[in-house]
């Protein structure tokens, strides 16, 4: 499908006197890490120069990641920032479909003038030199995997590649729950299993380590806040900024929590609103073929994937609460006409 892209962008990292930038989405989750750390390794291993920049900072969840420590972050180290989209050749955008998801960096990335590269599975994808777009694969990390497959072959890939890949494969699937019944995805990951994958330590690292303060978080998330929907099957969590702080909140402690509400029995949709300090964030969770993109689009400047989206609204949390509680009649009306 994108075999002549991909020869084209072969042929111009054959250069190794290269300088490239690699830029995930604000709030980097595990599919941006981890194709962020997977590229930067290989342009290790092939010679080329490069560099990871973020608008904001990499959990710590993610850090374990191999390079993930390395990146440079916008918000303290901003003259670094702007002096690499300066001398850079190429910049990577990774995870995500438009410059507008870049933050604090987005009007220095307008001014670049290299050739940018977007390898992505969102949506409606901005216009670059080079595009790599599938929104039917599971992860930004399985659309990279077939490019470092294409371009430098699979020898390249060792323990920590492999690694990097599986975590965006996993996180953004919801553990193999969602968005992973193609066949290809399988054979990835089978793939990555020959190459040196260490599975169970990824597992560990992402699903396995809690703090005190989280585990809390957690439980009064679930036990005071959680409310399900008299009318229809929706859960929803809303989280003050007051809470956070109590909880001494870092950022990666609420991932996956928005998932848990979907095992309850007849809820079909699950969405976490959570306050910041200058906005309220929405994470979108559903089974089956309900389109959250579609909800998170339409009410709260967002969008995403069938069954996991994401929005952000200025507003107060009641305002923005009490809006996901009265639009839900035309989400479930649409459905309906749709079927």
């Known amino acids: 499908m994108y075999e002549t892209i991909i020869e084209k962008i072969k042929e111009k990292l054959a250069n190794r006197n290269l300088k490239v930038v690699i830029i995930p989405h604000i709030s980097p989750d595990g599919d941006a890490a981890g194709s962020c750390s997977a590229l930067w390794q290989v342009l290790d291993r092939v010679g080329i120069q490069a560099q990871l920049m973020t608008c904001d900072y990499i959990p710590d969840y993610l850090k374990w990641l191999k390079r993930i420590p390395d990146a440079i972050s916008f918000q303290n180290r901003p003259k670094e920032c702007k002096q690499w989209l300066h001398k850079a050749d190429i910049l990577f955008m990774l995870d995500h479909n438009t410059v507008a998801r870049e933050g604090d960096l987005e009007p220095f990335v307008k001014e670049f003038e290299g050739e940018v590269i977007m390898i992505d599975h969102h949506p409606d994808p901005d216009k670059v030199t080079y595009q790599i777009s599938d929104t039917s694969v599971s992860s930004t990390c ?198």
């Open 142 to 339: 399985e659309l990279l995997y077939n490019v470092i497959a294409k371009v430098w072959g699979k020898e390249i890939i060792d323990t920590d590649i492999a690694n990097a890949i599986y975590t965006g494969i996993s996180t953004d699937t919801g553990g193999l729950s969602h968005n992973s019944s193609h066949p290809e995805t399988y054979r990835v990951i089978a793939d990555l299993l020959a190459l040196g994958l260490n599975k169970d330590y990824v597992h560990e690292q992402l699903y396995q380590r809690n703090t005190l303060s989280r585990l809390r978080l957690t439980g009064n998330c679930l036990l005071n806040k959680l409310t399900v929907d008299e009318h229809f099957p929706v859960a929803t969590i809303p989280i003050t900024f007051q809470e956070l702080e109590l909880y001494n909140y870092k950022d990666g402690d609420l991932e996956g929590l928005v998932n848990i509400p979907l095992s309850i029995e007849n809820v079909l949709v699950s969405v976490q609103i959570t306050e910041r300090k200058d906005k309220v964030k929405l994470s979108f969770r559903s089974k089956g073929n309900i389109p959250v993109n579609l909800w998170a689009k339409e009410f709260f400047n967002g969008g995403g994937h069938l069954n996991a989206a994401g929005g952000q609204m200025p507003l107060p949390l009641d305002d923005v609460v009490k809006k996901v509680r009265e639009t839900a009649e035309w989400f479930f009306k649409q459905l309906k006409m749709e079927n």
